[in-house]
């Protein structure tokens, strides 16, 4: 019987949706806009991600992951929903296949939420798989070799640090320090610094338009507009990479400090091949610039970006997709 497979990477800032025929078909927004009090869902993904901080009373807008996992169970089945019907046509008859990426530090009742909420959103079989060995396979590691790979998977809401080897997880650590991290430290710089408050959406703008690990004599700057706390009245500002640099560093130490603790507790042999062949960056802030430097001068080993890191994750539930019966028996998360 026709089957159809579809792979998700449910990420805490964006979740994007894999079809082996048609490639990456989904790039959206992990948020959903409700109409209150009768919880009507009237929005989901980018068009959500629009209302943030613009919306009346009567409408919330959510971001139903924190983390890297489920915060709120309802509206993450209706956000499974959407993308799943999007992702197939609303009409389909066939059930589908779906491989998800969750986070390697998943707790049971996690695990058991996130398989319901997808079974709930129309899913005929859920398959969980460990996000660092989905970024692994989709930065085009060979996990399944003697050697060992670390992989830095810096998300939105976690960064994972996992060495693997022999298609397994050897040592790893998550911590919930990423992406959604740096843009609220840069909105606490800018609003402790100069007393201007800015949304959630600007000083993400600011992170990926001028945002950097290490602090450059070439700076970039940006012109943003925010509310005076002073006055009241809007005021326009220029902020540049330095600042950003400065305002995240604490975040980038205690990502730099779970590598290192990693390595710490990872044998010698494999600690040996990650020396030699380098630290391999994936998720979307894997982009931020001169990252690939600050683990260099902080470890002393070399830190490479993979393609695409961004779409790491969803690349990796593509290789599953393509052979989930081979996967089936080694990679997917039991509980």
């Keep these: ?15 994007i949706v894999f079809l082996p025929d048609r490639g990456i078909v989904i790039n959206e927004p992990t948020v959903v806009a409700l109409r209150k009090p009768d919880n009507t869902v009237l929005a989901v993904g980018a068009e959500a991600k629009e209302m943030v901080g613009r919306t009346p009373d009567n409408i919330v807008t959510y971001r139903p992951l924190k983390d890297g996992v489920i915060a709120e ?14 992702a197939i046509g609303a009409f389909n008859i066939f059930r589908p296949e779906v491989v998800i990426s969750v986070p390697a530090g998943i707790t049971s009742t996690e695990y058991r939420a996130v398989m319901n909420a997808a079974k709930e959103a129309g899913a005929k079989e859920v398959y969980l798989v460990k996000e660092p060995l989905l970024a692994s396979l989709g930065a085009g590691i060979p996990i399944h070799s003697a050697e ?17 080897s022999l298609g397994g997880i050897v040592t790893w650590s998550s911590l919930r320090v990423a992406g959604n991290r740096f843009d609220v430290a840069v909105s606490d710089f800018i609003r402790k610094k100069y007393g201007l408050a800015i949304g959630e959406g600007t000083s993400e703008n600011v992170k990926i338009t001028v945002g950097s690990a ?31 640099a400065e305002a995240i560093n604490g975040h980038l130490v205690d990502i730099m400090n779970s ?11 494999l600690a040996a091949d990650i020396m030699e062949k380098g630290i ?11 990252i690939e430097e600050f683990f260099k001068r902080s470890l002393g080993v070399s830190a490479f970006a993979a393609e695409a890191p961004i779409l790491c994750v969803a690349k990796g539930t593509a290789t599953i997709l393509n052979h989930l019966d081979v996967y089936k028996r080694t990679l997917l998360v039991r509980h």
Excluded at 155 to 161: A, F, I, N, P, R
Aim: aromatic share 6%; glycine share 10%; charged share 20%.
């Design 73 to 86: 169970y309802y509206i993450t089945q209706a956000m499974l929903r959407y993308f799943i019907a999007k």
């Design 280 to 290: 391999i960056l994936s998720g979307g802030s894997a982009q931020l610039r001169d």
């Design 1 to 15: 019987m026709f089957t159809r497979r579809i792979g998700i990477d449910l990420g805490t800032t964006n979740t």
């Design 148 to 164: 060992g790979n670390m992989i830095v998977n810096i998300g939105g809401g976690t960064t994972e640090v996992a060495v693997i």
């Design 214 to 244: 290490l602090a450059n004599r070439t700076k970039l700057e940006m012109k943003i507009r925010g509310r005076d706390l002073a006055s009241g009245l809007p005021r326009d500002l220029t902020v540049n990479s330095n600042e950003v």
């Design 259 to 269: 590598v290192q603790s990693v390595f710490n507790v990872t044998p010698p042999e």
